[in-house]
């Protein structure tokens, strides 16, 4: 049985940081991501990896996602944090290459609450 349990979410000041795991069980994935969803928006696309990374434009060079092999284990380090970040963070895995379309992914994490205070 395939999970993912992302944590590491909380509230943090704006310009803070935080690091998001989701921890996979069950298999490994050629792709992971992260997506988010802030009340009434629909989910969006933040970063995935596969061979290599790609990121949401909005979020290049303050967000940066990274994965363990060997703990099956993807991470999104989150830095100088903006009150427009709040939202819920989910994790997200598939097989086959890095791609940004939400339902191209197959298998969900129940999301971890980010908020950001201003």
């Known amino acids: 049985q395939v999970q993912l349990v992302e944590s590491g979410g909380g509230l943090v000041q704006a310009g803070g940081s935080l690091r998001l795991s989701c921890a996979v069980s069950g298999r490994t994935f050629d792709t992971m991501g992260w997506f988010r969803q802030a009340p009434g928006e629909e989910r969006e696309f933040v970063a995935a990896?596969?061979?290599?990374?790609y990121y949401a434009d909005s979020l290049k060079g303050r967000f940066a996602i990274s994965r363990d092999n060997a703990k099956n284990t993807v991470y999104l380090q989150m830095n100088s944090l903006k009150p427009e970040d709040t939202a819920v963070y989910y994790c997200?895995?598939?097989?086959?290459?890095?791609?940004?379309?939400?339902?191209?992914?197959?298998?969900w994490g129940q999301g971890t609450q980010v908020t950001v205070s201003s």
């Open positions: 997200a895995a598939r097989m086959g290459a890095l791609t940004t379309i939400r339902h191209d992914f197959a298998y």
């Open positions: 990896i596969a061979w290599s990374t």
